[in-house]
């Protein structure tokens, strides 16, 4: 790169930056949303797509390993979407993920019952969720990818913070979309087909973010590319394995920590706090719902710091508040209701962190591989460690109560070290993976 790139004045965020942002963001939202809708549901999916005569234990096994299966299949989604993408653009392959989680949870949503097919019905359930565990593959990484070669090179963080703040926001509304669903009809007018209208919701709403995506633009980092003629000259993946490792297996331990800060402190502890805290079903619901509107803040906020202090004293700094704002939720969201939530919001904030995992990662490889290394590091990782998280703590829960607290503690103690790392790499890890900045000059 030349002396002149690199030492030119940074451009501000455009309105052209901004609705980048908000697009994406926005389909980003509505995408998780239509990936988590089904555990919202899943009991009353549960009786309505297996036996009336299969015991209840087995018929929740097959149901949650449905909803699994869109887990699993995450990384080879994921891999073959960024293969696309390194190739022949991230817009193309952005609007693609989308269309496919919409046209599968429209499937979802007109889909019939055991009652009326037999066991065809699980079976072509199985099949809509590996499409959308496949179309969510590539909406994370590539959604990172995108919007961090549009805005300019100092507001990457802030960028990928906002991002995860609108994927934090499609949790968020598919808990709100449930509740509203159970509040409104009685449970016998959801399980006739009342269950159907978030899904169908969830398909609409992605047709029409499909439609608002035609007006993004081509990243100028892959239109630069192109036009030079430096695209990937083999499989992106071989290369990614063969010269990048090491920022594959730090993008992994990020992942790591991104996956276990929200199945713990969002996924999981709703019925942690019925089970171990006393708390009714209302109550945790509502909790949980007021500590993930902190923690979509706590990820916009975390994107914008990192940008201006460096991953790694960011790290160092944010892993300390993250482990002692969770070990004191856990050790006293019992006293009181009132405390529980304050608490909860102090967590959700610290939780936030997780919104500058990005920052590094999409800075771990080079632009002509980088949708590739993003998306291998990415669902690899949430697959097995999102996967094992919940069995894990779970696990350990019999030997020891506040085994989710500890567990956390350890997660704090990763990011700590992570952030040294990366201080002693001189902030990122871009020496070793020979990264190129992304150049400011063609969106300019």
Not at 33 to 59: N, R, S, T
């Amino acid at each position: 790169m030349s002396p002149t790139t690199t030492t030119a004045a940074p451009r501000r965020l455009t309105s052209q930056d901004f609705r980048t942002l908000g697009l994406s963001a926005l389909g980003g939202a509505l995408e998780f949303y239509d990936f988590i809708i089904f555990v919202f549901f899943a009991a009353v999916i549960g009786k309505l797509f297996f036996p009336a005569d299969m015991p209840e234990w087995l018929v929740t096994i097959q149901t949650f390993g449905i909803f699994a299966a869109g887990y699993l299949v995450r990384p080879l989604g994921g891999i073959i979407l960024a293969h696309f993408g390194d190739l022949f653009g991230r817009k193309r392959v952005f609007a693609l993920s989308i269309l496919l989680m919409a046209l599968s949870t429209l499937g979802m949503a007109a889909m019939p019952t055991y009652a009326t097919i037999g066991v065809a019905a699980p079976v072509l359930l199985v099949l809509m969720r590996i499409l959308q565990g496949a179309a969510i593959g590539g909406e994370v990484p590539g959604a990172w990818t995108f919007v961090a070669e549009h805005v300019p090179f100092r507001r990457v963080g802030f960028a990928c913070g906002f991002l995860c703040s609108g994927l934090t926001l499609g949790i968020l509304l598919g808990s709100f979309i449930a509740t509203i669903i159970n509040s409104v009809f009685t449970p016998a007018d959801v399980e006739a087909y009342a269950w159907r209208i978030p899904f169908f919701l969830g398909g609409i709403f992605g047709l029409v973010a499909v439609y608002l995506r035609r007006w993004l633009q081509e990243t100028p980092v892959f239109s630069e590319m192109k036009q030079a003629r430096s695209l990937a000259p083999e499989l992106p993946l071989k290369a990614v394995l063969r010269d990048y490792l090491r920022g594959v297996i730090i993008s992994m331990l990020l992942t790591w920590i991104l996956s276990a800060g929200i199945v713990v402190t969002t996924l999981m502890t709703a019925t942690l706090l019925q089970k171990l805290y006393g708390y009714t079903a209302q109550q945790s619901l509502a909790a949980t719902s007021f500590g993930t509107l902190f923690l979509i803040f706590g990820t916009a906020a975390a994107g914008a710091i990192v940008d201006r202090v460096g991953s790694g004293r960011f790290f160092v700094v944010s892993s300390i508040f993250f482990g002692a704002a969770t070990f004191a939720f856990y050790t006293y969201a019992a006293v009181s209701l009132t405390v529980l939530f304050v608490l909860y919001a102090i967590m959700g904030l610290s939780v936030g962190m997780v919104g500058a995992v990005p920052y590094v990662m999409v800075r771990a490889f080079p632009a002509r591989v980088r949708f590739s290394g993003l998306s291998f590091s990415y669902n690899v990782s949430y697959a097995i460690f999102g996967g094992l998280t919940p069995l894990v703590v779970a696990s350990l829960l019999p030997l020891n109560a506040m085994a989710h607290a500890y567990y956390l503690l350890f997660i704090a103690v990763l990011a700590f070290v992570l952030g040294l790392y990366l201080i002693a790499k001189g902030d990122s890890i871009e020496s070793e993976v020979g990264i190129e900045e992304p150049t400011d000059r063609v969106a300019a």
